[in-house]
C-alpha cells in the first residue's frame, strides 16, 4: 500500500535550520508538495516539486524554504532557513490522493 513518511521536524530557535524528508513507497514521487497546518485552520500549501523540476512557493516560504527531491532514493526534501516562530505547524507531504501523517516543527522565539 501506498505510504508517506514525514522526518526531520522538532524544537528549533528562530532563525534555525530544519531540514524535512518526504519518503514515499508503492508510488513515484513525481508531483509533490508540501503543506502545514497549524491548530485550528486549514492546511496551507508550502511548496511543490513537480516532475520536472519546476517548483513552487508560497509567498511566506520564498526565499527560506528550498523544496527538492531525489528521484533515486523517492524522497522529497524541504530545506527551511532563518525559521520564525509563526512557521511552527505540522508539515504534511502531500502525492496526488495521499497524505503523509505529517512532522512536528516548533519554532521558539
Known amino acids: 500500500q501506498v505510504r508517506l513518511v514525514e522526518s526531520g521536524g522538532g524544537l528549533v530557535q528562530a532563525g534555525g535550520s530544519l531540514r524535512l524528508t518526504c519518503e514515499a513507497s508503492?508510488?513515484?514521487?513525481?508531483?509533490a508538495a508540501w503543506y502545514r497546518q497549524t491548530p485550528g485552520n486549514e492546511r496551507e500549501f508550502v511548496a511543490s516539486?513537480?516532475?520536472?523540476?519546476?517548483?513552487n512557493y508560497a509567498p511566506f516560504a520564498e526565499g527560506r524554504f528550498t523544496v527538492s527531491k531525489d528521484t533515486k532514493e523517492n524522497r522529497m526534501y524541504l530545506q527551511m532557513n532563518d525559521l520564525k516562530p509563526e512557521d511552527t505547524a505540522v508539515y504534511y507531504c502531500?502525492?496526488?490522493?495521499?497524505w503523509g501523517q505529517g512532522t512536528q516543527v516548533t519554532v521558539s522565539s
Open positions: 502531500k502525492l496526488p490522493g495521499f
Open positions: 516539486i513537480v516532475n520536472g523540476g519546476t517548483t
Open positions: 508503492k508510488i513515484l514521487m513525481r508531483h
